[in-house]
């Protein structure tokens, strides 16, 4: 018999946090109180570094882009781990499991801030030698710099030196696709698969979606950087010969870049169309994808260049006070057809904003000459940026906007919503805090380099344990010292909880090189997402997989939708099993393809909203079968809970030593079930790696498509 709610085999609580920690606790310091968003707080507390500065709105939207990350970090299958996604519902055209290469660059720069980032290499692993591999190339993407990138915060040697060989495929594979012009020594892309439809150059030709084939200061400069990563890392393994080989790669494409795409006259980096352009001549208008060289620090550091410049805040030719125009504005297809997704013709565009503001900083900060651009510049712009993202005066991102009025215009319903395709804590750690670690370039040793971006009047800020090669930093900016309470006055450095530097100076320095302790790469410990097997997990329904069922569904939130390695707490975007209205107590249940053993955890994710409740209790059974089908369900013994009672929007673990019992199914019971019913937005089922359990290999669902 099944006896809901029973407590005989539960133990006392284990924690009061269902993650482990990923650094010893008494390297963390206490200054800050930890990020806090809508959901998943203590998801924020335990990977997120928090920051502190005057400017409150651009803590909040830096607190809310962190929960755009959480919401897209999607579990696929054993063979596979995490994934980052672009859209919380899978799209069309993507890969398996949902996986669209587009904005991978900005996902991994993005995310390398976490404080435990095996699930970056998790995403990058897909990409490069997992189910997304067949679909690594279906956009323009800068895949090797990104992973170096990574790198320069985490420090993780061993995994870059790993990818290398990945990398100069992925590279070379640019080639073989036959995207090479040996003669102009570039790569040429149509706009639509640098994720660009609808361009003032494809409007130019009779097929403005997939039209406009030409040589564009995106993939070609991606693959000059991507070249300099690959040489970067060969470096670190001794291999000479590939560094070498590498290095000419980028030097050549960075001479062909200058040579074809620069127009001297108007200073700026120009399309060129590929066909019927048999002199090569620039496309007659500007695009802010030109501002995509300095991105990779490409161009030369020349007044000629840094003119360009100039043009970013003109408000007539880019600036908006929400965001920069992807177009001039007085080009004659500027904002042409521009209510329907997707014009990349003036909308203000996130991703493209996103590689702007990195230009931007590096301008800054690398460049001597940069006449019409400083420091208040950048903040200028990502101020413009950070007011973008609320919507009825709530954080938002979508897919794009009207950079004059804010109004967001591609922002398609239980679709669009907390659109991860652009950055916006690296802008912050990175651009605005000026956390720019730097390798040599023989050992590959990394040393720790600031060169912030704050606006004079700051008077504070302040960065508390980021993740800084397996160990962690604070960084505290207080002036006159009476910000923060630690007896520090000026600039103030923490490793590991113990303060390692002290610079003090009512003036922030532009460049500071910190002389870190000498100390070796620590690992994280034991995490969430370096836990082995999610034996619920089936993102594709794959038949011959974990099946779901429940015992009554609103027929809108099916039960699949709480075994598809998405969790999501908002009402909209909906991603998630509810029971059907005023049918009281219910359950989920999980049928696996063998039987299940040395289970580690079962986290249940619970939805609620003003209709759905959380249940007063909860009950895990496991099943046992007598004879052809008669069985009965057990309680699953040795439950260590970090919850007693069910708790909405944060992660509900419930420890289970292994060991004692196997069987096929498991079923999650619900009692005290209110008449709106129960909600589950994802239930995982943790097990050991060497449980013994077979998974039904799935082989990846690679769609492709034109929709964007």
């Not at 781990?81 to 993005?110: D, M, P, W």
């Not at 290398?164 to 995207?179: A, M, T």
């Not at 200073?267 to 019927?276: I, L, Q, S």
């Not at 040393?447 to 008077?459: A, F, G, H, R």
Request: glycine letters at 6%; proline letters at 6%.
């Amino acid at each position: 018999m099944l006896s809901a709610g029973s407590t005989a085999h539960r133990a006392p609580l284990l924690t009061a946090s269902p993650y482990e920690p990923l650094q010893p606790v008494e390297w963390e310091t206490r200054f800050l109180p930890s990020a806090k968003d809508q959901f998943d707080n203590q998801w924020l507390e335990h990977y997120v570094p928090s920051i502190d500065c005057p400017d409150q709105q651009l803590v909040e939207i830096y607190n809310y882009r962190w929960s755009v990350v959480r919401r897209h970090i999607a579990y696929t299958v054993p063979e596979t781990g995490y994934i980052l996604t672009e859209f919380v519902k899978i799209a069309g055209h993507a890969g398996a499991f949902g996986g669209i290469v587009a904005a991978t660059g900005h996902h991994i720069r993005e995310a390398r801030w976490l404080r435990d980032t095996s699930v970056v290499d998790s995403y990058i692993n897909y990409w490069l030698k997992g189910p997304g591999k067949p679909v690594a190339r279906m956009y323009s993407v800068w895949m090797a710099d990104s992973v170096w990138e990574k790198y320069l915060i985490d420090g993780d040697a061993e995994y870059v030196k790993t990818m290398l060989p990945y990398l100069i495929e992925q590279w070379e594979g640019w080639e073989l696709d036959g995207k090479w012009n040996k003669e102009l020594g570039l790569y040429w892309q149509v706009p639509v698969w640098d994720a660009m439809e609808f361009t003032i150059g494809s409007y130019q030709t009779s097929d403005p979606y997939h039209g406009g084939d030409g040589y564009r200061p995106t993939l070609s400069v991606y693959q000059y950087a991507d070249a300099l990563a690959i040489a970067r890392i060969a470096n670190l393994i001794g291999d000479v010969q590939t560094s070498d080989i590498y290095t000419k790669h980028a030097e050549n494409l960075k001479s062909a870049t200058l040579n074809n795409l620069w127009n001297s006259t108007q200073h700026h980096f120009f399309h060129v169309m590929k066909e019927d352009n048999p002199s090569h001549s620039h496309l007659d208008g500007k695009e802010q994808i030109g501002y995509t060289p300095w991105y990779f620090n490409l161009p030369p550091d020349d007044s000629e260049y840094a003119e360009s410049w100039s043009y970013l805040f003109d408000p007539n030719v880019f600036w908006g006070d929400f965001g920069p125009a992807t177009a001039q504005k007085d080009h004659r297809f500027f904002y042409y057809e521009a209510e329907t997704c997707c014009r990349w013709n003036g909308p203000s565009w996130p991703y493209s904003t996103s590689i702007t503001l990195t230009a931007l900083a590096n301008l800054i900060v690398n460049y001597q000459n940069h006449l019409h651009v400083n420091k208040e510049s950048y903040y200028k712009l990502l101020s413009a940026y950070t007011k973008s993202h609320y919507k009825n005066g709530k954080p938002h991102i979508a897919e794009a906007l009207n950079g004059y009025t804010g109004e967001w215009i591609y922002d398609a319903w239980n679709w669009s919503e907390h659109y991860f395709h652009s950055s916006f804590v690296d802008l912050v750690l990175g651009g605005l805090f000026g956390i720019r670690p730097f390798a040599n370039n023989a050992t590959g040793d990394i040393t720790l380099e600031l060169k912030p971006l704050i606006p004079d009047v700051w008077d504070y800020y302040a960065v508390e344990n980021l993740q800084f090669q397996g160990n962690l930093l604070t960084i505290l900016w207080d002036r006159f010292g009476t910000r923060y309470d630690n007896n520090c006055t000026g600039l103030c450095i923490f490793q590991n909880g113990k303060q390692v530097y002290h610079l003090m100076n009512e003036v922030l320095p532009a460049h500071i090189i910190v002389p870190l302790p000498n100390i070796e790469r620590n690992k994280p410990l034991r995490t969430v997402y370096n836990s082995c097997k999610n034996l619920a997990s089936n993102p594709q329904r794959t038949p011959n997989f974990t099946k779901i069922s429940a015992s009554t569904s609103d027929p809108a939130h099916p039960p699949h939708e709480a075994n598809d390695g998405v969790i999501l707490h908002d009402e909209i975007p909906s991603n998630r099993w509810s029971s059907q209205a005023g049918t009281g107590d219910s359950w989920l249940e999980l049928e696996f393809t063998a039987p299940i053993k040395n289970i580690t955890a079962v986290d249940i994710h619970f939805y609620t909203d003003l209709s759905v409740h959380l249940p007063l209790s909860y009950e895990l059974f496991y099943w046992s079968e007598w004879w052809w089908g008669w069985g009965q369900w057990n309680v699953i013994p040795n439950q260590l809970r970090v919850f007693e009672k069910p708790v909405a929007g944060e992660l509900n673990r419930v420890w289970i030593q292994p060991g004692g019992w196997e069987s096929k199914k498991l079923r999650v019971v619900f009692s005290g079930v209110a008449g709106g019913g129960v909600g589950v937005t994802e239930l995982e089922v943790w097990s050991a790696c060497d449980d013994g359990y077979k998974t039904t290999r799935h082989e990846g669902m690679v769609l492709q498509n034109d929709e964007e």
